[in-house]
């Protein structure tokens, strides 16, 4: 009966014992979940690598720099006024790592803006206790003028570009992929092709040529009479068609003689037209030159003759 009831007991420890560790392990894997969803970026500006949906925050301390040269342009000598950029500094410091964006939850990539990263450093340093205290300056006019100078120098200075280490490309609806039947826009029309869509106005090439006119070859020498150039079959109309022998004009031609030839207009009145003598003719001046050359060299060798009889 002792080994029982001890060994009951050892079992109730047991059973505490893997429960208490099952809590501890789901609250550690909790942890750890929420702290991998903040991303932290080394400086205010540049580009950060986050997964979607993650929160992007930059350290205070990164952001220190800015802040108290943002700070310097409202402080007044030994700061008569209040504004302590020093101390402004130290309190975006001691805040820790400032919320600032978003690495977007369905896109690629996305922009955090120095206005976004400007407003939250203004916030933080609003929620960090009394302006005179943190350094902002006397009065709330001039700790108003003094986080406007932070915001522009933050906002001008800062900057960053988040990229989604996670995203993918969405896929096709399935409404859309080749081989479907979708109707076309407008027309009501079904395209029952696989791989091809179309609104239903497409044109096909013809599968008969035969009305297009067509030229067929003649005798040698002999002139093709329009009816056989331009088949009966053709659907252009009579006034279209070329005649044989008219020399342009749009009147009809004549009809043949009862000889059966057809009447050629202009015929035997053609006249030649004066144009410019062509560059490879040889003209007056240049006979005259050769029978000159000629009369000459007949000269020189008959007395180069004459000389050596003698």
Not at 1 to 29: C, D, I, P, Y
Not at 30 to 47: D, K
Not at 167 to 176: D, N
Request: proline share 8%.
């Amino acid at each position: 009966m002792r080994n029982t009831s001890l060994m009951k007991t050892t079992r109730r420890a047991l059973t505490v014992a893997a429960v208490a560790a099952a809590l501890a392990g789901g609250s550690l894997l909790t942890t750890g979940t929420a702290s991998a969803s903040t991303v932290l970026s080394p400086a205010c500006s540049g580009t950060v690598l986050g997964a979607l949906g993650d929160t992007v925050a930059v350290q205070g301390k990164d952001l220190a720099g800015v802040v108290k040269a943002g700070a310097q342009e409202q402080e007044w000598f030994l700061h008569l006024n209040g504004v302590d950029p020093q101390k402004i500094a130290d309190t975006v410091s001691a805040a820790g790592a400032i919320p600032v964006g978003q690495v977007p939850a369905n896109a690629p990539s996305g922009t955090i803006g120095g206005d976004a990263i400007a407003t939250a450093v203004t916030t933080t340093l609003k929620q960090a206790g009394d302006g005179f205290a943190t350094g902002l300056g006397t009065g709330s006019d001039q700790q108003r003028k003094t986080l406007d100078a932070i915001s522009r120098k933050v906002s001008g200075n800062c900057g960053l570009t988040a990229y989604a280490s996670n995203y993918t490309q969405p896929s096709l609806p399935s409404s859309s992929q080749p081989g479907t039947t979708t109707p076309a826009p407008g027309t009501g029309q079904v395209s029952s092709v696989p791989g091809i869509s179309g609104t239903g106005s497409a044109t096909a090439p013809p599968r008969n040529y035969g009305n297009i006119p067509a030229a067929v070859p003649g005798v040698a020498g002999t002139a093709v009479p329009p009816g056989a150039l331009y088949p009966s079959t053709t659907t252009l109309p009579d006034q279209v068609l070329p005649q044989i022998g008219v020399l342009g004009g749009a009147s009809a031609p004549t009809p043949a003689p009862a000889g059966g030839q057809a009447d050629v207009r202009n015929a035997g009145n053609a006249s030649a037209i004066g144009g410019e003598p062509a560059t490879g003719n040889v003209q007056l001046p240049m006979l005259l030159a050769v029978v000159a050359l000629a009369g000459v060299s007949a000269a020189l060798v008959r007395t180069w003759v004459l000389r050596k009889l003698s």
